[in-house]
């Protein structure tokens, strides 16, 4: 069992950054894939980023490529989800999920592949 919880919402003027943590417990959590996906108001849930479970492999959306940084501490058991240059439309509640992984490199993209689930924490952009 995996649990999620994210933090580091808030609300930022254009152009600047929010760095979203992701504190997952339980044993196995690092050998978990971690992707952060995001839904705005009346919009479909988003991919954002993701992890693999070595910290080796990463993948953005293209809409947040250059500038949002994923990153993991195995002492901490925390995935961080750096936002810099944040844009109005960024506007949209974060999600981190924990898929499990059997390679070490896997990095899911579909929210499907997720077995686990944070609360979401919100990001607020004004222009």
């Known amino acids: 069992q995996v649990q999620l919880v994210a933090s ?3 609300l ?8 979203l ?3 997952g417990s339980g044993r196995t959590f690092m050998r978990y894939a971690t992707g952060w996906f995001r839904q705005a108001p009346g ?3 988003e991919f954002v980023a993701v992890i693999s479970w070595s910290g080796g492999t990463t993948m953005y959306a293209d809409s947040v490529k250059g500038r949002f940084t994923i990153s993991k501490d195995n ?3 925390t995935v961080y989800l750096q936002t810099n240059s944040l844009k109005p439309e960024d506007t949209a509640d974060y999600y981190c999920a924990a898929a499990p992984s059997v390679v070490a490199t896997t990095i899911p993209v579909s929210f499907r592949a997720y ?3 944070g609360q979401g924490t ?3 952009v004004s222009s």
């Open 43 to 45: 919009k479909d849930r």
């Open 122 to 124: 919100q990001v607020t």
């Open 75 to 77: 002492a901490k058991n």
């Open 12 to 19: 930022v003027q254009a152009g600047g950054s929010l760095r």
């Open 115 to 117: 077995d686990y689930w």
């Open 21 to 23: 943590s992701c504190a």
């Open 8 to 10: 580091g919402g808030g």
